[in-house]
């Protein structure tokens, strides 16, 4: 419901315009079957979220073309401001998991204030040659790396 009522936000769309932007929108990892598709959207203006558009023939077959409502729209608002809740909880829980084991093991967060190092360097933080899980040398590597970057000139400020 989510990711449909999303692919709606911009415009008018027909079935299959709906599957495709749902794919688009989930990177791929939605796929929409188009049977399963036409009883989300009779259930969704059931409810007064979507309605129908227009009715187009196109090659020979009948299009309906939905359009978000105020009342979809609202409620898109809330889902999107829940998930965000949650991932925000998830998040926030797996950073203590971290500073937790980090603090355990004497360890602190090397990569940033995003990602607690866990034995793997962060693939948007760290060099590239840095970028492999920690191996013979990986972390040792880590840290001279981390001792030349903020080694400060001598008279200098950094």
């Known amino acids: 419901m989510f990711l449909a009522l999303?692919?709606?936000v911009d415009e008018p769309r027909h079935?299959?315009?709906i599957v495709q932007e749902v794919d688009r929108l989930s990177g791929g990892r939605v796929r929409l079957k188009i049977g399963s598709l036409y009883g989300v959207l009779d259930r969704l203006a059931v409810e007064?979220?979507?309605e129908l558009d227009r009715e187009e023939v196109?090659?020979?077959r009948l299009r309906r073309y939905y359009r978000l409502t105020d009342s979809g729209a609202a409620a898109l608002e809330e889902e999107a401001a829940r998930l965000a809740v949650n991932a925000r909880?998830?998040?926030d829980r797996l950073r203590e998991r971290a500073t937790r084991r980090d603090t355990a093991t004497g360890l602190r967060d090397l990569t940033g204030p995003e990602t607690a190092f866990?034995?793997?360097t962060a693939p948007e933080?760290?060099?590239a040659g840095l970028r492999e899980p920690a191996a013979p040398g990986g972390v040792g590597r880590l840290l001279g790396f981390l001792v030349r970057s903020s080694t400060v000139p001598a008279g200098g400020t950094g």
Request: proline share 5%; glycine share 24%.
């Open 89 to 91: 909880a998830a998040t």
């Open 15 to 17: 079935g299959y315009g």
């Open 58 to 60: 196109a090659q020979g």
């Open 118 to 120: 866990t034995g793997l």
């Open 125 to 127: 933080t760290a060099p």
């Open 6 to 8: 999303t692919a709606l």
């Open 48 to 50: 007064g979220l979507v």
